[in-house]
């Protein structure tokens, strides 16, 4: 019964091709986000939704689109990937105040 | 804007010793302040928070932090380190009505047989 989950746990991928990493929470949160670790383990945050509706948009590149199909879930679709954006991406949601995370993504761009 | 500064991005301590990670915060409203640890390959874990009240919080695994209002600082400490508690450290800051957590640059606890 994991909280927040996300999927895959590893995406390899080459420059330029266009991937998305899903992510599910079972804990009846109304606000998820999205978060980006860098490689000296620095933490972002990039977007956040709240009940399906996008209220934190951090300078994010374009090419990154967060997508909300219900609030138990948040998707994240990489566009045009880019050597740049290789990280580990975490995905996390809240109700109140203390935020739960999943277990992150590892993407690496070749 | 709310921001938060760990002290020391390393920090090494000997199995038994005191665990004592430094966290100082800047925020022009009440703060609420966290401890996450990240274990290698994994996602963050909440360790620790303070919202309002006590100011002495008490997490999981033994440790324990201090909200001090007049120094700005959330300083996490445990009186007995566990070569279990090797991992990295992060402080965030929010504050109510902003959605948006700040995490500090995180700091890595080593612990020497």
């Known amino acids: 019964d994991t909280a927040v989950s996300q999927t895959p746990k590893y995406l390899v991928t080459q420059m330029g091709n266009d991937k998305s990493i899903k992510c599910e929470q079972n804990?009846?949160?109304?606000?998820m986000y999205w978060y980006k670790q860098d490689s000296k383990k620095f933490l972002k945050i990039m977007f956040s939704y709240n009940n399906k509706e996008l209220i934190i948009n951090e300078t994010v590149p374009n090419r990154f689109s967060p997508k909300s199909p219900d609030k138990a879930h948040l998707n994240l679709h990489i566009n045009s990937l880019e050597l740049g954006d290789s990280a580990v991406y975490f995905c996390?949601?809240?109700?109140?105040?203390?935020?739960?995370f999943g277990p992150g993504t590892r993407l690496t761009v070749t | 804007a709310q921001s938060v500064t760990q002290l020391g991005s390393h920090v090494s301590v000997s199995e038994g010793a005191l665990v004592l990670l430094r966290c100082n915060y800047s925020s022009s409203v009440p703060p609420y302040l966290f401890w996450y640890v990240q274990y290698p390959n994994q996602g963050l874990q909440l360790l620790l928070k303070?919202?309002?009240?006590?100011?002495l919080v008490k997490g999981i695994n033994g440790f324990e932090a201090e909200f001090k209002k007049s120094e700005t600082s959330f300083h996490l400490t445990k009186p007995s380190a566990h070569m279990s508690d090797a991992a990295e450290y992060f402080c965030?800051?929010?504050?109510?009505?902003?959605?948006?957590?700040?995490f500090g640059t995180g700091t890595r606890l080593t612990i020497i047989p």
């Open positions: 965030a800051v929010k504050v109510w009505g902003n959605e948006k957590l700040t």
């Open positions: 996390a949601s809240s109700q109140e105040r203390e935020q739960y």
């Open positions: 303070y919202t309002t009240g006590a100011t």
């Open positions: 804990l009846g949160h109304d606000t």
